[in-house]
């Protein structure tokens, strides 16, 4: 049916490389190109010989130019981004050079700020409908699902939703004192940044890691959970209508936190650069090369993931609650594509996002996020391709306990 362009060869490009390849009837072919051509080749080698064509390249996907020869010569239908946030606006440029889709799983963010915003991918809106070109934003997990999910529960139980909670919950064990499970970056600048929600159409800023809770997840058990800023709370606070409050949890223990903070007190989470023996280096990124390779704690990761969305609204006018999630078994993951839940999870739906758009279901000129497309047919695709999910229609809530229980 079509041909995908995947840029990026990391943890999740690895994971939606191995998905296309079982869905070869949407990926006829694909085209993995990445800065380092040696991990395209690999993964390549491994899955080379079934239905799906596949070609590697090399390319700078900083670089527009580069990016518009290589879609030149490769005439992919869509150019799945799954580099790192700082590529999204170069392959945005090189797609509408070309008229080319797009889809990516995490938003544009400036190297030298720590700053998640949609407005520089927004802003791209009136080109991409007047070039006729479709760009997915953000289909991934949390942002992906989660709006997938938003949507959905707007669609089927709910007149107004008032209330989302996002908790996502990774109950995995690497062995590792201190190890992030995707790009370390990336992830270290999410988390030592303030926390942000939003409530009757304001933002409230925290302290990092300033709200805590503590919540039963399925499957996995009692963790404590932090209240951080993650970008589909953007989109979803605008997508969907009547919305009074949403908040995004995520899960840490004790040791990431306590390891986080020492190296936050000694500077080495920073994104300014600093001179070290006569060169300019930025601690956060010398950091990343010294701690574990995410793609290197798949054969060690016990444990499982869940994530999902509680919702409170009206029906009928009357309340009503709905929680629905995945659960998702690193070790699982693993003996199927050689990756932990963290990728697998990113991974699928980046695939599942890419066909949406080459089947046409999710095909408008413009920019969109997820949630702004129906979500039948990628809540069906979720359940074949390895992330089902799981619906309570009484859950408990993450305000249950009163504050005075809650330290
Ligand atoms: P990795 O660091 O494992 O992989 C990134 C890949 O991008 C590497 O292959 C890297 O190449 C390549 N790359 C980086 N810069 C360039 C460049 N200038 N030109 C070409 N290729 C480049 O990251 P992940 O796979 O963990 O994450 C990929 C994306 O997924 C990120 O944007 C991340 O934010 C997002 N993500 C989204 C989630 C969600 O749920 N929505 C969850 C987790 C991640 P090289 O090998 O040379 O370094």
């Known amino acids: ?14 994971v939606a490389v ?13 085209c993995i190109a990445s800065r380092t051509k040696s991990k395209c080749d690999e993964l390549k080698a491994k899955l080379d010989g079934g239905k799906t064509k596949i070609t590697t390249a090399q390319v700078d996907a ?17 150019v799945m981004n799954l580099a790192l946030p700082y590529q999204d606006l170069t392959i945005m440029d090189a797609c509408l050079a070309t008229k080319t889709h797009y889809m990516d799983t995490a938003n544009y963010e400036p190297e030298d ?5 949609y407005k520089w991918q927004w802003e791209y809106r ?37 209330y989302i909670d996002i908790l ?27 926390g942000r929600y939003w409530e009757n159409g304001e933002w409230i800023e925290t302290k990092p890691m300033e709200i805590k809770r503590e919540y039963n997840f399925a499957e996995v058990g009692q963790k404590d959970m932090y209240l951080l800023y993650h970008e ?24 990431y936190l306590m390891h986080l903070k020492a190296l936050e007190n000694v500077g080495m989470t920073s994104i300014e650069p600093i001179e070290f023996e006569g060169k300019q280096i930025i601690p956060l990124q010398f950091l990343k090369a010294v701690l574990p390779d995410p793609a290197s704690l798949g054969p060690r990761t016990v444990g499982k993931t869940n994530i999902g969305c509680i919702f409170k609204g009206k029906k009928d006018g009357q309340d009503k609650t709905y929680y629905v999630y995945n659960v998702c078994d690193h070790q699982e993951c693993y003996k199927e ?10 991974g699928v739906p980046a695939m599942i996002g890419a066909a949406m758009v080459l089947t046409g279901k999710w095909n408008k000129p413009g920019v969109y996020n997820v949630e702004e497309f129906d979500p039948d047919p990628f809540m069906e695709e979720l359940n074949k391709w390895g992330l089902p999910w799981v619906e309570d229609f009484n859950p408990v809530l993450v305000d249950a306990l009163p504050e005075e229980a809650r330290e």
């Open 62 to 78: 900083n670089n527009v130019d580069e990016l518009i020869a290589l879609i030149n010569e490769v005439k992919p239908d869509i």
């Open 1 to 14: 049916m079509g041909k995908a362009l995947i840029i990026g060869a990391g943890g999740v490009a690895s």
């Open 113 to 117: 700020t720590a700053k998640f915003e």
């Open 337 to 346: 594509v050689g990756s932990q839940a963290i990728s697998y999870t990113t």
């Open 232 to 255: 589909e709370l953007e989109s979803l606070a605008q997508n969907i209508p009547g919305l009074k409050r949403i908040r995004f949890f995520m899960t840490f223990g004790q040791s």
């Open 126 to 162: 009136e080109r991409f409908e007047q070039a006729g070109i479709t760009a997915l934003l953000g289909s991934g997990f949390d942002p992906g699902v989660t709006g997938v999910f938003s949507a959905y529960a707007l669609k089927h139980y709910f007149d107004e939703i008032e």
């Open 18 to 30: 191995h998905k296309c390849v079982q869905n070869s009837d949407v990926f006829e072919e694909i």
């Open 168 to 194: 996502d919950c990774n109950g995995g064990d690497h062995g590792y004192p201190f190890a992030t499970n995707f790009n370390p970056e990336i992830n270290i600048r999410e988390v030592s940044a303030n």
